[in-house]
């Protein structure tokens, strides 16, 4: 279902492939289809893309996804044999995950407002609601380890800060919005015709032509159905808005936050 979704955009609503609507659709394929692998077309989004996000979620979503291999990572490659210093570690490892989900999104769209990002669904989840990890009383821990020790990258590409509890920057307060006009990308940003894969599918894709400054729908490609419900959240927080100068197309799904929460909370069963 989510693919023939995808396809239909590339066909139908290819000037739209940049857009926040187009990131959280990716978002949701993740969730909903564990076989999902990179590449997906037009994800992550350059950066400055025309039409695009104001804030990438697809290069947030891959700093979080690397967060939580790292953990994974951290917490089986002990080799003391002390108990205690072992819970130490694990907990040390913890919260370098969380830091690092938290400090990738305040580094990347320092202007957007963090719940928007999935911030608070990321720390309720990555800590199992305060019951793994205690992030209040991470800094003391970090004052002991150090991330980059334990084999965490930088955050993000515009930093190598892992922030503490008591020093996170300021918050943003832009909601997430498109970039310039419906028409900003006024040529398929893979061509007229591309191809994808997914497990051992190959999709082959046509884009609809630029007709009248719109794009012209087609009933070609693939289709798919299905009865199941996806998870579904909100995250709140009060900021300033902007506004795009065009509505593009809009998908009814959840927010980038929901992806955090189902996924980090998963991580957290299947290891504990």
């Known amino acids: 279902m989510y693919q023939s979704y995808i396809n239909c955009v590339a066909e139908s609503c290819w000037n739209q492939v940049y857009s926040c609507e187009y990131d959280k659709l990716i978002e949701e394929y993740f969730v909903q289809c564990p076989a999902a692998t990179e590449p997906i077309p037009f994800w992550p989004a350059p950066d400055n893309a025309p039409g695009g996000c104001s804030c990438n979620l697809g290069k947030v979503l891959h700093s979080v996804m690397k967060a939580q291999q790292e953990y994974t990572t951290c917490i089986t490659n002990d080799t003391s044999t002390s108990v205690i210093q072992l819970s130490n570690k694990n907990t040390a490892c913890g919260c370098c995950e969380v830091s690092a989900g938290l400090s990738a999104m305040y580094e990347t769209c320092p202007d957007t407002i963090p719940a928007d990002m999935g911030a608070d669904l990321w720390l309720s989840t990555a800590t199992l609601y305060g019951e793994l990890i205690n992030w209040g009383t991470c800094g003391s821990i970090f004052d002991k380890y150090s991330c980059p020790n334990l084999g965490f990258a930088a955050p993000s590409s515009n930093s190598s800060t892992f922030y503490k509890p008591n020093n996170l920057p300021p918050n943003g307060t832009h909601t997430l919005y498109n970039t ?37 729908a087609t009933a070609a490609g693939t289709s798919g159905t299905s009865g199941g419900s996806g998870a579904s959240g909100t995250a709140t927080a009060a900021g300033a808005t902007k506004t795009s100068s065009a509505a593009g197309f809009s998908l009814q799904l959840p927010s980038v936050g929901v992806w955090l929460s189902v996924v980090g909370a998963f991580t957290k069963m299947v290891l504990f």
């Open 180 to 216: 310039g006009a419906v028409n900003a990308l006024t040529a398929p940003a893979s061509g007229s015709v591309f191809t994808w894969s997914q497990s051992s599918v190959t999709y082959t894709v046509t884009a609809s032509p630029w007709k009248n400054t719109a794009v012209k």
